[in-house]
């Protein structure tokens, strides 16, 4: 079945880049994401990635999808203190309304 | 994308009572789902609300425990019955357009504590 692996934890100190990995088992996954949940509050859809690019980017985030091996990756540079949070991995297959997510990664960045 | 309100945005429960959670979007979706996260958890999916016809949900959830209403596209509520400590979770409301192009947004979720 459909399954999406990532690391439990990060840290980082405030002003390394960050970069949180993630794994997923459906070949047909069309579209994978990525979400922020911060202390409190919903998920926060920050950036996502079809899957025939390799390479997205967004400001501070950098994307890289390697389909080759399932593994996706989000790379935040210049880590804030703000950036502390959950970071959810997400996949889509086409044709299908369900979304997998993973477990979550908690994000810690020292000042 | 769409601006999702829920509410109540917390509450503390007795045991044995029963809670609905609103879910309220500014604009009409074709998808509406409902999750829970436990505490330190990611997300499992309860169901689907479907507009007009009984909610589809998933294995291990029923709809005697988590009745669902969907009125139109969109409103829907979640009640979660009869609860127990074990309730105790985030509840999540999510949308989505059928079209499959664009992606899932959240609500802020309701904070449920059963005591």
């Known amino acids: 079945g459909e399954d999406v692996e990532q690391s439990l934890f990060l840290s980082v100190r405030e002003g390394d880049s960050s970069v949180i990995n993630c794994t997923y088992t459906?070949?047909?996954?069309?579209?994978l994401y990525w979400y922020k949940q911060e202390p409190g509050a919903g998920l926060q859809l920050l950036t996502y990635?079809?899957?025939?690019?390799d390479m997205k980017q967004d400001q501070r985030l950098t994307v890289l999808l390697n389909k080759k091996d399932k593994h996706l990756s989000l790379r935040i540079a210049d880590t804030q203190t703000g950036d502390s949070a959950i970071y959810f991995c997400?996949?889509?297959?086409?044709?299908?309304?369900?979304?997998?997510f993973g477990a979550g990664t908690r994000l810690f960045v020292k000042a | 994308s769409a601006v999702i309100s829920q509410k109540p945005s917390r509450d503390i429960c007795q045991r044995g009572t029963s809670l609905t959670i609103q879910c309220q979007v500014d604009?009409?979706?074709?998808?509406m789902f409902w999750y829970r996260q436990q505490p330190g958890q990611s997300l499992t999916l309860i169901a689907t609300?479907?507009?007009?016809?009984?909610?589809?949900?998933e294995s291990g959830f029923v709809i005697d425990k988590f009745p669902i209403s969907r009125p139109n596209l969109t409103f829907s509520t979640l009640t979660v019955s009869n609860m127990s400590p074990e309730d105790s979770s985030i509840y999540l409301c999510?949308?989505?357009?059928?079209?499959?192009?664009?992606?899932?947004?959240f609500g802020d979720g309701t904070r449920l504590s059963i005591l």
């Open positions: 609300a479907n507009q007009g016809s009984e909610a589809t949900y």
């Open positions: 999510s949308v989505a357009d059928r079209d499959g192009n664009q992606p899932q947004h």
């Open positions: 604009s009409q979706v074709t998808m």
């Open positions: 459906d070949s047909s996954s069309t579209y």
């Open positions: 990635i079809f899957s025939n690019m």
């Open positions: 997400a996949e889509r297959n086409t044709g299908g309304f369900k979304t997998i």
